[in-house]
């Protein structure tokens, strides 16, 4: 097990994301949900994540009951906090914003310290739980004023009270999130989709300075969404359709592994985890089969001339650390 900053609070290298079991993009079925968290448990998976963003609310009750007869001080959860859920006369779908439920709340961004301690209460009410382990900032990106003025505040006080073992942010970008390493003192930041095979940006500047100042990354969107797992046409890249080029460099990618007798899903996962800096990868599942598949794939070995050729043709930087080799 890993820990998150110098907060003491264990992660386990490869992790559950809950958005899913909200019904992300599609519909599943309780049962369905439970036997996912059933089977990362089973694969050792000891840290999930989840959100009130993911399925209104619907991806952490479906995570707590999966939980509930689990021993507390065996897992860590995360949740987030900066949208609020106010409940509406039922009409229609939340598929505009990505989650096959019914659209019985809407969203209100708040990252006041009222809202963040009101977010956190529900929360705590839909997962069932008197206390979560990881509280991040979810996507402040337009509201960094508040966020940084109140919101982040408001959680470095619930850590010292205890309330929360670790504070952090979530988002799909790096520039804020480096901003929070450099300027604050969150244990953790969770980046999505921006250490990949396909796009290196947090390389640059966010994972430098969290080596610097001793800030745990999580990394999640190892598959971008979609393309890394299965590079055809029609395939996702940060939620929408990819590309020509971006198809045809996943496609060429996925022969490179399977002719060096790897999988591309499993060179995905391996990547973002070989940097120094990075804790945990998140791999984001709605069955016990995907959820198997990951395990299975985070546990494979990737043959070290897989990446040597990737850094002959140019598909990866040189200086990218890559599994067995630190960074020149």
């Excluded at 036997?35 to 991806?59: K, M, N, Q």
Aim: glycine share 10%; with cysteine; hydrophobic share 40%.
């Amino acid at each position: 097990m890993n820990l998150l900053g110098g907060s003491g609070v264990p992660v386990s290298a490869l992790s559950f994301g809950a958005a899913g079991i909200g019904n992300l993009f599609t519909e599943v079925t309780d049962e369905q949900a439970y036997e996912a968290v059933d089977a990362a448990w089973t694969s050792g998976i000891r840290y999930f994540d989840t959100a009130p963003h993911y399925g209104l609310g619907l991806s952490e009750q479906r995570l707590g009951e999966a939980l509930r007869d689990r021993p507390r001080a065996e897992y860590t959860v995360s949740t987030k906090v900066g949208r609020l859920l106010e409940p509406v006369e039922a009409g229609g779908d939340d598929l505009a914003d990505g989650f096959a439920v019914p659209a019985t709340h809407h969203r209100v961004w708040d990252f006041s310290a009222d809202g963040v301690r009101r977010s956190l209460d529900a929360s705590l009410g839909r997962l069932g739980l008197d206390r979560v382990d990881v509280v991040y900032l979810h996507d402040p990106d337009d509201h960094a004023g508040q966020a940084f003025r109140e919101g982040y505040p408001a959680l470095e006080k619930l850590r010292s009270q205890g309330v929360v073992g670790a504070i952090g942010a979530g988002m799909n970008q790096t520039d804020m999130l480096t901003r929070f390493v450099r300027e604050t003192d969150v244990d953790v930041v969770l980046c999505a989709g921006r250490y990949t095979l396909l796009d290196q940006g947090a390389l640059t500047e966010l994972l430098p300075a969290a080596q610097d100042r001793g800030t745990s990354v999580i990394i999640g969107g190892a598959f971008n969404s979609g393309l890394l797992a299965d590079p055809r046409p029609g395939a996702t890249y940060n939620y929408t359709v990819a590309g020509g080029e971006l198809l045809d460099r996943a496609l060429r990618l996925k022969e490179i592994a399977e002719r060096h007798g790897t999988t591309l899903r499993a060179a995905a996962l391996a990547f973002p985890a070989a940097h120094p800096a990075v804790v945990s990868v998140l791999a984001g599942a709605r069955s016990a089969a995907e959820v198997r598949d990951c395990a299975r794939q985070f546990a494979e070995p990737v043959p070290p001339e897989f990446w040597q050729e990737l850094h002959a043709e140019g598909l990866l930087p040189v200086t990218t650390p890559l599994p067995g080799r630190e960074l020149p």
